[in-house]
């Protein structure tokens, strides 16, 4: 049974950092990982999605790696500002007959102090 | 386009009352999910469509829970006889394989 473990579950950081999310998963057979974010009361907001095949992906100040022979993806934010405080989750979709089956990890709540 | 939209977003019931929460999935989309989010607590699978047709409804905690999907559009999730226990976020999310996941803002649904 795939496992997607997210560390830290929180952290604080001043503004202008550079930071780095982790997100592991136990079984290497996916299909892709996406990145989201979780505002308070609101629902997941797509970021970035790597495909098994690639590396990372790129969008603005966001950049996602994946390493999925080693389970493992980062999500790294450049130059954090405070409007990016929010919960950071990652998904994996499988490979093989139930790839419909997204499996979540619980997530990484950030603050970004002014 | 336009996202996809949950309503009501809050609905407030009593304790034995059924309840009935909706999802518009973005359009074109065929594949339709619906998870649960419990207060401090993980995104919970309860049922997912491909079309019309439900071939995984293994997370629906109990048979007071049910959902339909009309159209390969509309798609509805009632909770039959409220408990407390179902107090949650109810999140609706839809896809177009292999495109990224669209999540709806949910429907918190509080269970007095």
């Known amino acids: 049974k795939q496992e997607v473990t997210q560390i830290p579950a929180a952290l604080s950081v001043p503004e202008g950092e550079n930071l780095v999310l982790n997100c592991s998963f136990t079984?290497?057979?996916?299909?892709?990982l996406q990145w989201f974010r979780q505002d308070p009361g609101k629902g997941l907001t797509s970021l970035l999605l790597?495909?098994?095949?690639?590396r990372e992906q790129t969008s603005g100040r966001l950049n996602a790696s994946l390493d999925k022979s080693s389970g493992r993806s980062t999500l790294y934010i450049a130059a954090s500002q405070p409007g990016d405080s929010a919960t950071y989750l990652c998904a994996v979709r499988p490979s093989g007959g139930s790839n419909y089956k997204l499996t979540f990890g619980k997530g990484t709540l950030l603050t970004v102090n002014p | 386009g336009a996202g996809v939209s949950q309503s009501p977003s809050n609905k407030v019931t009593e304790k034995g009352k059924d309840v009935e929460l909706r999802c518009d999935p973005i359009s074109g989309h065929t594949a339709l999910y619906w998870y649960r989010q419990s207060l401090g607590q993980g995104l919970e699978f309860l049922i997912y469509?491909?079309?019309?047709?439900?071939?995984?409804k293994s997370g629906l905690p109990s048979d007071r829970f049910s959902a339909e999907r009309t159209g390969g559009s509309v798609s509805t999730l009632t909770i039959q006889r409220t408990q407390q226990e179902d107090s949650a976020v109810y999140l609706c999310a839809s896809t177009m394989f292999p495109s990224p996941l669209h999540f709806g803002n949910g429907t918190r649904l509080t269970v007095t």
């Open positions: 790597i495909q098994s095949s690639q």
């Open positions: 469509f491909q079309g019309n047709s439900a071939p995984d």
């Open positions: 079984d290497s057979a996916i299909y892709n």
